[in-house]
């Protein structure tokens, strides 16, 4: 162990537990796994209708591309740390490298209960769309958890198998999405009963209504688009790659969800949308598709296809999460036997198996109790999540600006990044950030659909901060008890 300038011990070497993996995935590949996360025909089957319905707001479509502004500028900060450090630990990486090793623990294991918690509740909502639609089919009823266990055996397989055979199974189940979804907008676009207006898209109608819970609900459809990183170990270029791709991302979601929710709008009539938003709730995108001239046989596609969507937004996050439990047992924070690579896959397999197992214990537990596998394992978690990965996108914003300067005072290195990607950008994101986490946390109980009053409102938050305190705990004693380990959070990921 060697001392670096600052007085610290330098990273030990992490060891050597497998090959490291197989570069082979391009822009498009990732671009895939970040889309697929955030599950376009979801959104548009549930996001859309709920955002319209619950704020009362028709300036929603002009919110998604405001969002979208939000986390381009996000998105500068993150590709330049993309660029200098390519590991697979993404936020975790950053924010060790940013704000300190122990606040990179804490941010690290908010990422782990905050993807896990977006896979469990999408799981959820899963069980139920799947029971209902082969209910609605057959007549056959089967319980939604079993749906579920089967599901999250398909995934773990998936997961467990090489990274680009999950490429090829996005690939297909998202071209299905897009098609879907865009014959539906042209559908609505053509069967406009009040014509196309352009007042969505207006200031005013986006400020008119529960502006807080709006941006809340919004923002959520974006989960998964900062998920890029996690891949940079096993993409050709890393350094330009990730930053590609997420760009890419960001733009493609915005647009395309912007534009849907002005269709949705504009086949349910402008001055009703918000209306009939309320009263269809999830089912709005099909009762638009059956009163026009898309038809039942459209609508009955379309709930397929929401199904191989959240089947899609699955594999997304159990990817994300293997991949972060492979990078903290590589480095030690967790037991090294998890940063093993399979020897044949090249996959992040003990981290894949993990996540399949608490799946399906935390979906086991709410089956015994009884819970209702869309309001309840679906909306807490799938909030408690979004809630998470918004506070890990503040924190990382400060990080990039935090890397920065200190690399500058600390080496007197000329840095190559601009000021708008080092700084500006970085700046202006996390002010948004945390003034929609704020918004998040205050508006929580609509977001959950219960009283201001009932205790779950401030339950699951709290949660959130627990992951933090016990991470940054857990760094500490690290750093005291086990200063080898301690010098190398975030740092085998790269310089």
Known sequence: MTIDHHGAPSPAPPLPLASAPERRIGVTGIVFF?????????????????????????????????????????????????RRITGAGAFYAYTAQGLG????????????????????????????????????????????????????????????????????????????????????????FADAPDGISTSPLTWGAATDGSLGVALCCVFAAYMGFESAALYSEECRDPRRTVARATYIAVALIGVFYAV????????????????????????????????GSLGSVFSDFAQLFLITSLLAALLSFHNAVARYVRSLGREGVLPRGLGALHPRHTSPYRGSLLQTLVSAVVIAVFALAGRDPVMDVFTWLTNLGALGVILLLFATSASVIAYFVRRREAVGEVVSEPLWNRLIAPLLSGVALAVIFWLALTNFSVQLGVSSGNPLRWILPCLILIAAAAGVAWGVWLRRFRPDTYAGIGSAAGQ
């Open 34 to 82: 970040v889309v697929a996360a955030s599950a376009p025909l979801t959104v548009a089957a549930g996001g859309i209708p709920q955002s319209l319905g619950v704020t009362g707001i028709l300036g929603i479509p002009l919110l998604y591309l405001l969002i979208g502004v939000v986390l381009a500028l996000f998105s500068a900060g993150y590709a330049a740390m993309s």
């Open 101 to 188: 090793r122990s606040m990179g623990v804490g941010a690290a294991f908010v990422a782990l209960l905050a993807y896990n918690a977006m896979q469990i509740g999408i799981a959820g909502l899963f069980g139920a769309t799947t029971a209902q639609f082969i209910d609605s089919k057959t007549g056959v009823d089967i319980p939604w958890w079993a749906l579920v266990f089967a599901c999250t055996a398909v995934v773990g397989v998936l997961g467990y198998l090489r990274v680009d055979l999950g490429v090829k199974v996005l690939a297909v189940l998202l071209v299905l999405e897009f098609g879907t979804v865009l014959v539906f907008d042209i559908g609505q």
């Open 260 to 291: 849907t929710a002005w269709a949705m709008i504009s086949g349910a009539g402008t001055g009703r949308a918000t209306k009939v938003a309320a009263e269809q709730g999830p089912e709005m995108l099909f009762f638009l598709s059956d009163r």
